[in-house]
């Protein structure tokens, strides 16, 4: 966000990371709910979106990067939710927003070392 | 913008609806192999319904029971004239539970509510490293 440069990528990234929590974990809960369509959002494509529109965009620029997911296997009751696939994404986006978590605190301890002259 | 503490509503609601499954099959277990004198007496398994409850605001979708149903196969009717239930004909009829089908239903439902406990624990640990944020 051009607004915020303490902080550069980071905070926009931290934004769509929770968001895309959200997502997974609403297709896990319904992985057994007949009918249910599972949802996922490009996360290159939502953090590229929001940086362009700034915070006051951001929930629409989200909403227009998150897609239905197109299944592996369709199931008999309509449900795309296909679990191996959810938790793996889950896995995967929680290590990223921690990444970004320590990208920040590094970001963080920098500025407080400068402040304090150390 | 998604408010991070309802992942515990989704996740939460997701494991109360699962717990009402488990609760349907052990009631369908518990009655496996009863008999009863009248087809309209003799127990049906149930089964929950289970709803997409979708949040607009948000963007999530949780999981809610709409109602419980009794599901599966008509009792089945066995001539047992030494059943002290049997009727005038002679005959009782057997609980209709698929013994097999509701053990299935049962490791679902477990695992189901364990991958949800794993998506709340994960939630709480990366909300709580985000609090102690430049600490």
Known sequence: MADNSLFGVHG??????SKRMGLLASNIANASTPGYQAKDLDFSEALASVER??????????DDATKY???????????TVDLSTE????AENAVAYQTTLSFLNGRIGTITRALKGE | MSNPMSIFDVAGRAMSAQLVRMNTTASN??????VATTQDDAYRSMKP??????????GMATVDVQKVVAAGADPVKRHDPGNPL???DGDVFENAVDETRELVDMMEAARTYQNNVE???TAKSLIVDTLKLGR
């Open chain 2, 29 to 34: 277990l518990a009655n496996a192999g009863g």
């Open chain 2, 86 to 88: 049997a009727n005038a």
């Open chain 2, 49 to 58: 319904v289970f709803r997409t409850q979708y949040d607009a605001a948000s």
């Open chain 1, 87 to 90: 938790q793996t994404a889950f």
């Open chain 2, 119 to 121: 998506v709340m624990q």
């Open chain 1, 53 to 62: 529109s700034g915070v006051a965009g951001a929930a629409h620029a989200i």
């Open chain 1, 69 to 79: 997911r197109v299944p592996l296997q369709a199931s008999m009751d309509g449900n």
């Open chain 1, 12 to 17: 926009a990234a931290l934004m769509v990371r």
